[in-house]
């Protein structure tokens, strides 16, 4: 087993920095484009507070899917877990992450999980709020406080891109409304979605909300519990079976901990009782994970034994 210090972490940057090569970037978000292909970097916050970062960890990139996490924290917070898992599935798929056959060929009440776009569209739904600006300030507010950081804030031309290239997300809402699965206003249910994926984090952001989750849910600001135990075991068992698309199982065999990504190149991960990690690899397979950021996450695993279903269950 490593240490954990800058400098391994400086060597695991460039060990994995490779890997971006087989990558792309996501061109439909706006100023990502090839300079940024070979950009990697990572922070990670220990539970006793300890942060260490490498590599281009100060670069900012809209959350896109690792919003998920956080959207269904707040769901679950307002619903509880069977209102949720009433209007979305627990179960992992093997589609890409924007599949709209699964919503017809499996089953018509609801989509695979809370981690693909029908079903975090169908959870931003359940987001309690007056009115639509009001649940949005709600998300933002939760995350500002989790991760500690007041300067958070949605990016206008991220949200114009995801409203203009939305056309198969909105595909996916108008037809949930179809089977009754979306039952509130669905352009209201978009537009949320689109914000939630628009907010602009950098490495240390991203290492907070994992570390939020590894730290029973406590502000890190009062200590305060803000979500139970109970829905932070069922965030994290959710992000370990489908956190990673149509490539959880291989990230739950090689890294072995609960993950989120998204199609900026983000991910999210969680290791219970020990750290939260933030990574961001704007180069993406075509199944939407940071190909160098998934090296790294894997290497990390190995490395600093984070594995939960190693011997020491990932605790030592
Ligand atoms: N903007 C993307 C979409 O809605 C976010 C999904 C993702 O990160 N996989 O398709």
Known sequence: MKELSIQYLEEAIEDSRPFAASGNVNMTLPNFDETMKDLLGVSIITTDLKCYSAGDHRQFIPMQSTSKVIGLMLALQDFGKERVFNAVGMEPMGDFFNSISQLESYDTSKP?????????????????????????????????????????????????????????????????QSTGTLVTDVEEALDLYYRMNSVMMCCDDFARVGLFLARGGRSPRSDDRLIPPHHLRTVKAIMMTSGMYNSSGHYAVEAGFPCKSGVSGSIIGAIPGRMGIGVIGPAIDAKGNSTAGGALIKKLSQDLDLNMFGENGGLS
């Open 112 to 176: 695979f999980n809370p981690m693909i776009n029908a079903g975090a569209i169908a959870v931003s739904a359940m987001i309690k709020g007056q009115n639509p600006a009001n649940r949005f300030e709600r998300y933002l507010t939760f995350l500002k406080e989790i991760t500690d950081n007041d300067d958070l804030a949605m990016s206008e031309d991220v949200y114009e891109a995801e409203k203009a290239n939305g056309a198969r997300n909105r595909a996916l809402a108008y037809f949930m």
